[in-house]
């Protein structure tokens, strides 16, 4: 993990004009109002080994911890978000993107309101989906959370 870069990606991210559309990019995906940047990515752990699987899980919130340390230190400390219980209001209201799309694939999220930018950023681990890869993703948006 190179957490310098991952830093300068998201801070990249807090000040680069939002796309007209939606579309892929060299970091993850962008869409009118928000980008989502995979910074970590297993490989080979669709349906693999769960053991394996989970020692990626817990290296990877080890990352996602990391970062909330640098950026905490910048935008104040944060309370871990519970993506769980967005996703259970999602059953009765309509979540905004891209919070109902992370509460799909992640449990936990750190958050802030990324000063100066009014925009909002987020650090999680996707491992929710245990077909897909595990992914360290870093979310952008102007959409503030539910």
């Known amino acids: 993990m190179d957490i310098a870069r991952q830093i300068a990606l998201i801070d990249e991210l807090c000040f680069r004009p939002f796309p007209a559309e939606h579309g892929p990019s060299d970091w993850g995906t962008r869409r009118p109002g928000r980008f989502v940047a995979v910074l970590e990515s297993s490989h080979g752990l669709r349906d693999g080994d ?71 950023a987020a650090v999680a681990v996707a491992d929710r989906d245990e077909t897909d890869e595990v992914r360290l993703l870093a979310v952008v948006t102007e959409q503030a959370p539910p």
């Open 50 to 120: 769960q053991g394996e699987r989970a020692v990626t899980v817990e290296q990877y919130e080890e990352y996602r911890d990391a970062l909330y340390e640098r950026l905490a230190g910048r935008w104040g400390k944060t309370d871990p978000w519970n993506l769980r219980t967005v996703l259970l209001r999602a059953e009765a209201e309509e979540i905004p993107e891209p919070w109902a799309d992370l509460s799909v694939r992640a449990s936990v999220a750190y958050l802030w309101e990324a000063e100066g930018t009014g925009r909002w």
